[in-house]
């Protein structure tokens, strides 16, 4: 089944006659094209339309089969309107604005507009091959930019440069970055957000590098801490408990396990080195369409992993004023366990 014939099947399911889809990255799933931010899909139970503007007319073209409507606000939605009059029409309320839904309800007096739920978010957990594909290619293209770039992370460099080389060289594969580079370095390394700065990275120190590509319009997520020089017994000792977290969590990921589980093993481990507390952020996340996206991997996810769901296992510690450590793995929920899509060398410390 395709994931517009699952969307069909969940719109019936869930007593719905259509849908109003405005999020980007569910346009592109749904319909292949891929400057969602510019259009809009209508599901209904005649059909399918895909609605953007003539910029896009050769583009939608190349890029999906679904029938296409060029035109602008308000336009599409006199177009729309005839289509849902008398159904129940599903929408992303996570994303459509309080304006877009009071623009509906003017413009489509015979419909009902209700939140879709979690249609859309359960259908993009499980990935189809074609979707697992694009992650392993952009994951391998980021081993071997990271593997190229690292020699660099070394006293003297500063961050911004490691993250200019790992952006440079992702788009000249024909990538770009999932999301702003991350090398926090020294105390900078306290910050699980703490993206490229001029900061100059020091002899003794650890460096977090937390970097993704994207690929087709898919990410991938991965995390390396790097020690320059020596670093002190502290900062080893915090080190080695989180590869020990993370290792643990990474080969408990199989079907049936519960993801509040698995991020309740990697932080029991890391309470037990004291550093519960500094567990600032959750073990993990879905990754697809978006960085971040289901199955949630915190304490209070009600997800449940199953075989073809990719997700990061990345716990860290985070001490103010003194640095920090974090170590993310990109997996595949295999049928009897899991592969582990990220092959860069970690650090042994
Ligand atoms: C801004 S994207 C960050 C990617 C990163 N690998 C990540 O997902 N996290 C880093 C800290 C925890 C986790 C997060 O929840 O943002």
Redesign the pocket.
Known sequence: MTQLEQMRSALSRAGLGGAWISEPAHIRLLSGFTSGADAKLLLTPGGVTLYTDARYEVQAQEETRVPTFIARPPETLEHAAAQVAGLRIGFEAEHLTVAALDELREYWPGAALEPLGPVLRELRMVKTAVEIEAIRDAQTLADQVFAEVRPLIRAGVRELDIAIEIETRLRRAGATV???V?VASGPRGAM??G?ASARVIEDGELVTV?M?ARLRGYHS???RTVAVGEPGEELRRVYRAVLEAEEAAVAAVRPGVRAADLDKLARDLLTGHGLGEAFA??L??GIGLN??EGPGLRKVSEDVLQAGMVI?I?P?AYLPGVGGV?I?DLVLVTDDGHEVLSHSEKERL
Do not use: L, Q
């Open positions: 999932a999301f702003d991350i699980p957000h993206v937390d993704g997520d991965m995390t952020h959750s993990g996340h960085v971040h990061t990345e860290g974090r993310e």
